[in-house]
């Protein structure tokens, strides 16, 4: 019996051989008992390996899914809601024309007092800085005239207190003077005395 | 494709070709973070299955992901992504196996060069026990059934076993015309089935009865 080749087997066996081929194979092994046995043996022994799993690795994304789904489900929701509003909206011209109406006179109102508030402001602000520097001046100016007060006290303390000694140098030389002139009146007097009881005897 | 994308996000998302581009001409890491989501699993369990290790298995993801950056520069537009990815992890595995099988090599000349004989049972010796293989005896005996086929016949049933890639598909990957998979999965088959025949016929231990009370 010619048998097929053994490469023939192996699409055979894993169900990837073509119809007519599958058919031709099976017609052999019902006529052959090796070829038989042998692809038997085969089945057998890729059935065995099913008996060593690998288990599958926790994974990060089992716990990320469910966040995603819930993010997704609301974007739904809120995507929903929005469409609903969309379509059960009253006219959108006139409401806009009568939103920009008052929002334009809101923003006016709002403008104008905002200007108001500001001038106030300013004014407030301009005669406070004039205050401030009237006082800076006066305060200035005082200070400048106790200045000068304090230099013309202190010149004519200055000049005082030179004539006061000027008088007491003038009185110590009239009392010396007066010394000198008493004592030599003294003199002439003794001398008119003695000249004079001269002249008796 | 990763399983387990909402719908949602679906709808948001762009194809892993636009993405890869994105990543290959604007640096784009959210582009970059989206096909590591993706493909993180079904590349983690390539490794896992390629080398017997769920550790290495989630280390060389992390080296493939890394690779697949690096080689952005080589994607080309007009080329699938998978098929890009795909070949970039398998490169990885073999490169780690290689690394083992050259550490194990030297071990063994330091040894005198005696027993080189469980040279291409790697990974035989490494329990993992965060493996669903381990405390589940047919599974560890599959682990390491398939440790002892030779990479290319263990790649070609692990892509279409466990990945479910069409036989076509695999030949794109690993740039072989599709009768040379179909003749390595063949191969691997019947290897697999010799390891794993003994199994089928030993008769499961039954439970011990408990002994039967003596009646006097």
New interface residues.
């Given amino acids: 019996m010619k048998h097929p080749n ?6 055979y ?2 169900g ?1 051989a073509t119809g007519v081929e599958a058919r031709r194979l099976e017609a052999h092994l019902e006529s052959c008992a090796e070829c038989a046995a ?1 692809v038997a ?2 089945r ?3 059935k ?2 099913d ?7 926790p ?1 990060a ?1 089992n716990v990320i ?1 469910p966040v ?2 819930w993010a ?1 489900a609301a974007a739904v929701v809120l995507a929903a809601g929005v469409a609903a509003g969309r379509m059960t909206a009253p006219d959108a011209k006139a409401m806009r024309a009568d939103v920009e109406a008052s929002v334009k006179s809101a923003v006016t109102a709002e403008f104008q007092q905002a200007l108001a508030r500001s001038e106030a402001r300013l004014a407030a602000a301009a005669e406070e800085n004039s205050r401030d520097l009237l006082r800076t001046f006066s305060e200035t100016m005082e200070g400048a005239r106790e200045e000068d007060k304090q230099a013309m006290l202190a010149f004519v303390q200055e000049q005082q207190r030179q004539v006061d000694a000027r008088m007491i140098a003038l009185r110590r030389d009239m009392e010396t003077l007066a010394v000198t002139a008493d004592q030599e009146f003294r003199q002439a007097k003794f001398t008119m005395t003695q000249l004079a009881a001269r002249g008796n005897e | 494709m990763a399983r387990g994308i ?1 719908t ?2 679906l709808l948001f998302c762009t194809t892993d070709e636009q993405a890869m581009l994105r990543v290959q001409t604007q640096d784009d890491h959210r582009a970059f973070a989206q096909l590591v ?1 993706r493909w ?2 079904p590349i ?2 390539l490794c ?2 390629m080398v017997g290790d ?1 550790h290495k ?2 280390d060389l993801k992390q080296e493939a992901f890394a690779r697949l950056f690096a080689k952005r520069e080589h994607y080309q537009p007009t080329a699938r992504f998978s098929t890009f990815l795909w070949r970039i992890a398998l490169n990885a595995c073999y490169d780690e196996l290689r690394r083992v099988k050259r550490r194990a090599e030297s071990a063994l000349e330091l040894d005198g060069g005696e027993a080189l004989e469980g040279l291409d049972e790697i990974g035989m010796d490494s329990d993992d026990p965060h ?3 381990a405390g ?1 005896e ?2 560890e ?3 390491r059934a ?1 440790l002892k086929l030779p990479e290319m016949y263990r790649t070609v ?1 692990v892509l ?3 990945e479910g890639l ?2 076509k598909k695999i030949a794109e990957i690993l740039e072989i015309p599709e ?1 040379t ?3 390595r ?3 691997a ?2 290897k ?2 010799r390891l ?2 003994p ?2 016929r030993e008769p499961k231990p039954s439970p011990p009865r408990p002994r039967e009370a003596l009646v006097l």
């Fill in positions: 053994r490469d023939e087997w192996a699409p066996v894993f990837e042998e043996g085969w057998r022994s890729l065995m390996l008996s060593w799993s690998v288990p599958a690795t994974r994304r899914t995603f789904r997704v | 909402s949602l996000s989501e993180e699993e983690r369990r896992t299955r769920a298995g989630e493996s669903e293989a589940n047919e599974a005996m599959v682990r398939l049933l279409r076993h466990y069409k036989l009768g998979v179909n003749s999965m063949a191969e088959l019947a697999l089935t794993l025949e199994q089928f």
